[in-house]
């Protein structure tokens, strides 16, 4: 089975600096896009980074210059690094990956096309 599995979130203060983890489980052969969203209290979830099997890197301009995202394609796992935290950083941090390519034990395989982890909160205090 395949699943996404986030580590990371806390508590910080303003200023202050955390690292995201996302981690495919499962066997899997290749992952297209991998990426970090949120999601504000009373609000709708919103893209934070993205990056590609092909190394395409996209941020949201809220974010850019002090979050960065990186990937380990031999781990399947990506991370999220925020430095210089604010307020409105404050949500839940959801992993989501497009196009898992996996196979099981049996010798399936196939594709799921969106994947998304179980989200962690991240509080940044002022």
């Known amino acids: 089975q395949v699943q996404l599995v986030e580590s990371g979130g806390g508590l910080v203060q303003a200023g202050g600096s955390l690292r995201l983890s996302c981690a495919a489980s499962?066997?899997?052969?290749?992952?297209?896009?991998m990426g970090w969203y949120r999601q504000a209290p009373g609000k709708q979830r919103e893209l934070v980074a993205t990056?590609?099997?092909?190394?395409?890197?996209n941020y949201a301009d809220s974010v850019k210059g002090r979050f960065t995202i990186s990937r380990d394609g031999a781990k399947n796992t990506v991370y999220l690094q925020m430095n210089s935290l604010k307020p409105e950083d404050t949500g839940v941090y959801y992993c989501?990956?497009?196009?898992?390519?996996?196979?099981?034990?049996?010798?399936?395989?196939?594709?799921?096309?969106?994947?998304w982890g179980q989200g962690t909160l991240v509080t940044v205090s002022s």
């Open positions: 989501n990956a497009d196009s898992i390519y996996y196979t099981d034990m049996r010798g399936y395989s196939g594709r799921l096309l969106e994947v």
């Open positions: 499962g066997i899997i052969l290749s992952i297209d896009a």
């Open positions: 990056t590609t099997s092909g190394g395409n890197i």
